[in-house]
């Protein structure tokens, strides 16, 4: 048999790039393992489970292509797993322990279905088999508990004098919500809410999470700069209606995160367009193409747009978000591959370091 090494194969290797990440999968380090012997064994860890079949099977084939071609003859072996990668947090910022990611879902106003967005984003991840939590830090105006019905298992205290979250969809929940009457307004001023942003991040048991979604209040106050200084926000996602006056606001958000350091993951843009279940007409209430342009005026992944439903509308009122009611209807769908996008946004981040992230480009 020809020579082969272990340098052999590792710089096969390196003519093949991950998906989203300007870097071959040597250097972004999820080729763990090379063994050169009777056989090649090839060892990778990928960053994300949140990965269609048809795509993650591509993508192991272009490996073992790659290897059988620098393999003289010899069986190949490809041992895949699944970790999902993180970057490790700042000494002052170490609060979530056992949570890998946090992504922030914003708005630059009230009104776009943000909390929608976060509701069913959060489930869709989980979906794909992510451990996932959901924070409604929307202090003022919390939203989720509504949204989300009744708990399998309510919020309350631990052992441990530890929160305990809520349990909704095997989805770890929190939100001042649960805490005031329905009906009582939350007056607080800015070191309050400070406070009890960062009684949610610490005495929290979040367990072990691979993603914590956080549905941030509209705009860019109190509540987004806390937890921009207590926890690291793996990156963003801005939701808007592509109207002219709600993509405005949006670029004043994304001003916000970029001077805070916090990546964009992408912009979304909802009640895209309204589809006539009768006669399939499309009708582009808000206008249409408002996030898409906006994504590319600020250089930012475009992630898909969301159109008008009755039923997400009723989902959302019921408790029963249309991910988890009508898991099979085209909105659910459309959530489930906005949950693959973002968490490719996330790998793709956490693969390339602190650096901007190249542009989206997912494998289908």
């Known amino acids: 048999m020809p020579e082969v090494s272990e340098a052999v194969v590792k710089d096969a290797l390196r003519q093949v790039k991950y998906p989203e990440v300007a870097k071959d999968v040597v250097a972004c380090g999820i080729v763990k393992r090379v063994e050169v012997g009777g056989e090649i064994r090839v060892a990778v860890e990928l960053p994300t489970m949140v990965v269609p ?3 993650r099977e591509a993508f192991e084939q272009r490996l073992r292509t790659t290897i059988e071609g620098v393999a003289g003859g010899r069986p190949v072996k490809l041992d895949v797993t699944v970790k999902v990668a993180s970057l490790p947090p700042p000494a002052d910022k170490n609060r979530l322990r056992g949570v890998k990611n946090v992504v922030a879902v914003a708005s630059g106003k009230g009104g776009v279905g943000k909390s929608t967005v976060a509701v069913n984003l959060a489930l869709a991840l989980g979906k794909w088999g992510a451990r996932v939590g959901l924070l409604d830090a929307d202090v003022f105006g919390p939203s989720i508990p509504q949204m989300l019905g009744t708990p399998t298992r309510p919020a309350g205290g631990t052992a441990d004098q530890k929160i305990g979250p809520a349990l909704y969809h095997d ?45 941030l209040p509209p705009g860019t106050g109190d509540v987004q700069l806390s937890l921009s200084q207590l926890i690291p926000i793996t990156g963003a996602v801005m939701v808007t209606t592509p109207q002219e006056v709600a993509v405005i606001d949006v670029v004043k958000g994304i001003s916000m995160f970029k001077k805070v350091e916090v990546p ?17 007409n499309h009708d582009e209430i808000f206008s249409r193409g408002g996030g898409r342009k906006l994504a590319q005026e600020v250089e930012a992944p475009f992630l898909g747009e969301v159109p008008i439903d009755a039923k997400v509308r009723a989902g959302g009122d019921a408790g029963v978000p249309i991910v988890v009611g009508a898991p099979d209807s085209e909105h659910a ?22 650096r901007r992230v190249s542009a989206l480009v997912t494998i289908r």
């Open 264 to 280: 964009i993951l992408g912009v979304i843009e909802n009640m895209s367009y309204y589809v006539c279940p009768r006669c399939g």
């Open 53 to 55: 079949a048809p795509a």
């Open 171 to 215: 989805m770890s929940v929190v939100s001042v919500g649960f805490f005031v009457d329905k009906g009582e307004a939350v007056v607080w001023r800015g070191p309050m809410v400070h406070k009890l942003l960062q009684q949610f991040l610490e005495d929290v048991d979040w367990g072990e999470l691979d993603y914590l979604v956080i549905d």
């Open 333 to 354: 769908k459309i959530f489930m591959d906005l949950a693959v996008k973002v968490a490719g946004r996330v790998a793709a981040h956490v693969l390339s370091g602190p």
